[in-house]
Nanobody
Framework: QVQLVESGGGSVQAGGSLRLSCAASGPTRSRRCMAWFRKAPGKEREGVAGLYIGGPDTYYADFVKGRFAISQDNAKNTLYLQMNTLVPEDTAMYYC????????????????????WGQGTQVTVSS
């Protein structure tokens, strides 16, 4: 069973940075695709960034391109989200997610169909 535990959230002022971490455990075959999602109050959950753990490609939602960076440390089984130039609109609960259908994220289809979810970490950006 895959388990995902996020950390690193907090409160920052606009323009600041945070780095989120997601510690993953469980069968690697079940977490070939990993991603970060977020959900703000009153809004639908949206994909932020994703990757295929077996390849170099990373994928981003348009609203974070150039500001956020997703990365992985396979030796530590940890997924990261470096968030720079934060704005109040980035305020949300951020979730780590995973699934094992590698053919999907390897081809760029990264933002749907996740089976495993963490409990979330809150990010609050003040103006």
């Amino acid at each position: 069973q895959v388990q995902l535990v996020e950390s690193g959230g907090g409160s920052v002022q606009a323009g600041g940075s945070l780095r989120l971490s997601c510690a993953a455990s469980g069968p690697t075959r079940s977490r070939r695709c990993m991603a970060w999602f977020r959900k703000a109050p009153g809004k639908e959950r949206e994909g932020v960034a994703g990757l295929y753990i077996g390849g170099p490609d990373t994928y981003y939602a348009d609203f974070v391109k150039g500001r956020f960076a997703i990365s992985q440390d396979n030796a530590k089984n940890t997924l990261y989200l470096q968030m720079n130039t934060l704005v109040p609109e980035d305020t949300a609960m951020y979730y780590c997610a995973a699934h094992g259908r590698s053919w999907e994220c390897a081809s760029g289809s990264w933002s749907a169909g996740y089976e495993y979810w963490g409990q979330g970490t809150q990010v609050t950006v003040s103006s």
